[in-house]
């Protein structure tokens, strides 16, 4: 098992910028890759970026290519995604996942094992 908990959801302008956390316990974190997924009302939770194993390699989302960055510090057992210019748009609950690093980084839901409770972002015109 592994446990993922989110922070750093908040009300921001548009224009402005957020660094969500994601904290690991459990499993051995080297051993996942970590997704960030979001859900807006109404909508399907959708893919926003994943970072591999060993965090040289980084996969996008297009609307989120330019804007946001993922990181992620095995030491700390933790995976980041920094947000910035953000957009009304990018309002959703945002959550951090994890997939077995045996399998190629990817984009679907259904790819992850493991999920956070996910925490809300809201950007205002």
């Known amino acids: 098992q592994v446990q993922l908990v989110e922070s750093g959801g908040a009300l921001v302008l548009a224009g402005g910028s957020l660094r969500l956390s994601c904290a690991a316990s459990?499993?051995?974190?080297?051993?996942?890759?970590m997704g960030w997924f979001r859900q807006a009302p109404g909508k399907e939770r959708e893919f926003v970026a994943v970072i591999n194993w060993t965090g040289d390699l980084t996969y996008y989302a297009d609307s989120a290519k330019g804007r946001f960055t993922i990181s992620r510090d095995n030491i700390k057992n933790m995976v980041y995604l920094q947000m910035n210019s953000l957009k009304p748009e990018d309002t959703a609950v945002y959550y951090c996942?994890?997939?077995?690093?045996?399998?190629?980084?990817?984009?679907?839901?259904?790819?992850?094992?493991?999920w956070g409770q996910g925490t809300q972002v809201t950007v205002s015109a």
């Open positions: 996942a994890a997939s077995p690093r045996g399998s190629r980084v990817s984009v679907l839901v259904t790819r992850y094992d493991y």
């Open positions: 459990g499993r051995t974190f080297s051993d996942y890759n």
